[in-house]
């Protein structure tokens, strides 16, 4: 089916790629990021295995391989010279069938982490954890990494989004050394509140970090400095989750059920699959037995998203978009 109108229209895919070991993946809640490779292979977590997994464009598998870690929530690609490299946010926990749903019980403090990679899961570097003293008897569940890339012009250093414990976006150079950390309260709009996603924006000559200040439904923008610049959205986003970048257009995953289009001066131009009410029913994003258990949505409309989470586009301008829910939903959106 198409949604979207005019030259933001697309053909709505969900079955477009075929999942390997699919009981697990239907009982797996799927949280995890998505990027696109240079040779257009998608890349992603399987749902219920922590199995990295390799898409050809068709969505067949090419390859897999083990994680090494409790989750992939954010995968970021950048490339070092000819060689393509992923950095994984590792928030320290998942949700399994085994736990009702619920995040397993810990012993003390969650340490999620950092690590770079190969495209085959070869581990590259591992960032340590801030000597903040905020973490010493406090959680580090980070949930996304951005760079400021060298072959666009950049020094290299290494942005971590810290967006399920202490609201920090802490900022590394490119050996992987601490330099500083923000947390909104260095501008106008407030403090941080779910830093979710954070993502170097290069489609101008000043290139600038995106925040997603998800639990605020705002984006903050800083320099690559770590200086405040602006904020946005308050007046049209609710829940701010991700980006990509489309062109002279920025797509923003928004957990309440849509895709945003923003052009260069950070304007709505479009919405895609805008089903924000689903996320007022009680259970969202999944629906609750007679009991109060989570169990899988029965309200997936085509058409329409659930809770967009994961998001990548690739050459072509296609949107693939990995939804946060029991039994995950991978959605191509292919352009018009």
Known sequence: ???????????????????????????????????????????????????????????????????????????????????EYLWIADNGRKRTPDTGYEYPPGDGVVTGQVVKTTLTGDRVMRLDTPGLPVYREGDYMPTWVAVNEERNGGNGDIWVADGYAQNYVHRYDKRGGYISSINGEEGTVGAFDCPHAIFVDTRKSDHELYIADRANGRVQVYDLEGKFKRGFGSDFLTSPSGFATNGDLMIIAELKARLTIVDLKDRPVAYLGDNEQVSDVPGWPNNLDENGNSVATSLLEPGKFNSPHGMAVDANGNIYVAEWLIGGRFVRLTKS
């Not at 993946?25 to 257009?40: D, F, L, P, Q």
């Not at 399987?46 to 995968?75: C, K, N, Y």
């Open 1 to 83: 089916m198409r949604i979207g109108a005019g030259e933001h229209t697309y053909d709505w895919n969900e079955t477009w790629a075929t999942m390997p070991n699919p009981d697990s993946a239907t009982a797996g809640w799927s949280h995890h990021g998505v990027v696109v490779t240079e040779a257009g292979k998608i890349i992603t977590l399987h749902q219920g295995d922590l199995t990295m997994l390799e898409f050809d464009p068709d969505g067949t598998v090419e390859r897999t391989w083990e994680l090494g870690l409790s989750e992939a929530h954010g995968i970021t690609l950048v490339k070092e010279g000819d060689t």
